[in-house]
């Protein structure tokens, strides 16, 4: 969308540009990448970059305020609902869809908050062979390219990173936790994390626990885990059906980044209480009740917690609505659809959408997380899904690169 680079991308564009850039990125994490990488980078305006920014932060503002926070916690389910949960979340990830305003300007408008990590530690090797592949494409592209917030630069980001993930401990006793990781397509952004942290990545059904401590074993030693970077989705743990060495109600000796209840509290759970012009409404259906809007093709008909769009409707009839039981209709929300802006053009012409996630991080002794740093993915399709792109190209998983880092 910053013509200036991205005509010019697309007139060197190859194939073999494509799979040098995969490869290198490949190389520098260490292992394959098993979901689709978008050919190319999202060129963010300056314009568009600032403009982010500001949305991102004041939409962090409202819902990490006192009075909404203690609204949200009714999200928390009481068999979920983890001790010791700190004042403010460490992670947090906002997603923007790019559209078009009526005057031509390019915006965002959010499309899902989640105070859950996500791929910082990836973002950080997928730059660096963004850079490499882009300076042999040509000269001109060649530049001092930016995935970073608040003046940031690798230099002063990844030892953020540590210290939020770390906290002063011992990267052995701090521990990635997820699910069978290595089976995860999430999986190289733990190795990445790895390579900048010094963390394994461990299933919770390999941890000890002794009295209220928990343990694993690593080289014939029994190793105290004493903080926890938690990638857990809790409902592919509730799918999985697997007996855990602990329960997350317990009292235990460790700390976490981020606590397992933020994972509930802000999340598409928060929207509704959200008023922001970068906000689309959102309503729940135990709000609405009979209520149901009548042009219900401008919505589009969301659970509140999963991941990937799982659940998603965005053709949403009168049928679907009526199909989510009483029970759960507290679970599921409304929200007004956004018109993604195909702005991305293709060598071949075609249009493609992006959807910015704003990734912020808070470190000990920060009182709110702070803004830091971006990823894109890309689409063809009504959603930014795989199921959406198959068999489509220029879509993916990308990048958003700013001629400069942002403020």
Same mark, same amino acid.
Request: hydrophobic share 40%; glycine share 6%; aromatic share 10%.
């Given at each position: 969308?910053?013509?200036?680079?991205?005509?010019?991308?697309?007139?060197?564009?190859?194939?073999?540009?494509?799979?040098?850039?995969?490869?290198?990125?490949?190389?520098?994490?260490?292992?394959?990448?098993?979901?689709?990488?978008?050919?190319?980078?999202?060129?963010?305006?300056?314009?568009?970059? *600032?403009?982010?920014?500001?949305?991102?932060?004041?939409?962090?503002?409202?819902?990490?305020?006192?009075?909404?926070?203690?609204?949200?916690?009714?999200?928390?389910?009481?068999?979920?609902?983890?001790?010791?949960?700190?004042?403010?979340?460490?992670?947090?990830?906002?997603?923007?869809?790019?559209?078009?305003? !009526?005057?031509?300007?390019?915006?965002?408008?959010?499309?899902?908050?989640?105070?859950?990590?996500?791929? &910082?530690?990836?973002?950080?090797?997928?730059?660096?062979?963004?850079?490499?592949?882009?300076?042999?494409?040509?000269? %001109?592209?060649?530049?001092?390219?930016?995935?970073?917030?608040?003046?940031?630069?690798?230099?002063?980001?990844?030892?953020?990173?540590?210290?939020?993930?770390?906290?002063?401990?011992?990267? %052995?006793?701090?521990?990635?936790? *997820?699910?069978?990781? %290595?089976?995860?397509?999430?999986?190289?952004?733990?190795?990445?994390?790895?390579?900048? +942290?010094?963390?394994?990545?461990?299933? /919770? !059904?390999?941890?000890?626990?002794?009295?209220?401590?928990?343990?694993?074993?690593?080289?014939?030693?029994?190793?105290?885990?004493?903080?926890?970077?938690?990638?857990?989705?809790?409902?592919?743990?509730?799918?999985?059906?697997?007996?855990?060495?602990?329960? &997350?109600?317990?009292?235990?000796? +460790?700390?976490?980044?981020?606590?397992?209840?933020?994972?509930?509290?802000?999340?598409?759970?928060?929207?509704?209480?959200?008023?922001? /012009?970068?906000?689309?409404?959102?309503?729940?259906?135990?709000?609405?009740?009979?209520?149901?809007?009548?042009?219900?093709?401008?919505?589009?008909?969301?659970?509140?917690?999963?991941?990937?769009?799982?659940?998603?409707?965005?053709? +949403?009839?009168?049928? *679907?609505?009526?199909?989510?039981?009483?029970?759960?209709?507290?679970?599921?929300?409304?929200?007004?659809?956004?018109?993604?802006?195909?702005?991305?053009?293709?060598?071949?012409?075609?249009?493609?959408?992006?959807?910015?996630?704003?990734?912020?991080?808070?470190?000990?002794?920060?009182?709110?997380?702070?803004?830091?740093?971006?990823?894109?993915?890309?689409?063809?399709?009504?959603?930014?899904?795989?199921?959406?792109?198959?068999?489509?190209?220029?879509?993916?998983?990308?990048?958003?690169?700013?001629?400069?880092?942002?403020?």
């Amino acid at each position: 969308m910053d013509h200036r680079f991205r005509t010019l991308f697309n007139q060197r564009y190859t194939d073999a540009y494509y799979q040098g850039f995969l490869r290198d990125l490949e190389g520098r994490v260490g292992c394959p990448i098993p979901y689709r990488v978008a050919e190319t980078p999202f060129f963010v305006p300056s314009e568009l970059r *600032d403009r982010l920014a500001v949305h991102a932060r004041e939409v962090l503002a409202l819902v990490t305020e006192k009075q909404a926070l203690e609204r949200m916690e009714a999200a928390i389910p009481p068999a979920w609902d983890v001790p010791q949960m700190d004042a403010q979340p460490h992670c947090v990830q906002i997603d923007f869809a790019i559209v078009q305003n !009526t005057d031509g300007s390019l915006d965002g408008r959010v499309v899902e908050l989640q105070a859950f990590p996500s791929l &910082y530690g990836l973002m950080v090797l997928k730059l660096e062979a963004a850079r490499t592949a882009l300076a042999a494409m040509s000269p %001109e592209l060649d530049r001092d390219w930016s995935i970073y917030y608040s003046k940031l630069t690798r230099e002063t980001f990844v030892p953020r990173l540590a210290s939020a993930i770390l906290d002063g401990h011992d990267p %052995e006793e701090v521990v990635l936790l *997820d699910l069978s990781p %290595e089976t995860q397509k999430t999986y190289p952004d733990f190795v990445a994390t790895k390579l900048l +942290v010094g963390i394994d990545a461990v299933c /919770p !059904t390999k941890l000890i626990k002794v009295k209220n401590q928990l343990f694993r074993e690593k080289d014939g030693r029994r190793v105290p885990v004493r903080r926890i970077f938690n990638r857990i989705v809790f409902d592919e743990l509730g799918k999985a059906n697997v007996q855990l060495p602990f329960n &997350y109600t317990e009292d235990l000796d +460790v700390s976490w980044c981020s606590h397992p209840n933020w994972y509930w509290v802000i999340s598409k759970y928060s929207l509704p209480f959200v008023h922001h /012009p970068a906000v689309p409404r959102a309503r729940t259906l135990a709000e609405i009740g009979a209520d149901v809007p009548e042009d219900l093709e401008n919505y589009v008909l969301k659970p509140l917690f999963s991941f990937a769009g799982g659940g998603v409707k965005v053709d +949403v009839t009168r049928a *679907d609505v009526d199909a989510v039981p009483e029970a759960e209709r507290a679970g599921y929300i409304l929200q007004e659809k956004i018109n993604y802006h195909p702005g991305i053009p293709m060598p071949d012409g075609n249009g493609v959408k992006a959807e910015v996630r704003m990734m912020f991080l808070r470190t000990p002794g920060e009182t709110t997380p702070q803004l830091c740093l971006n990823l894109v993915r890309l689409s063809r399709g009504k959603m930014l899904g795989v199921d959406q792109n198959k068999n489509l190209t220029w879509v993916g998983g990308g990048i958003g690169l700013f001629d400069g880092p942002g403020d």
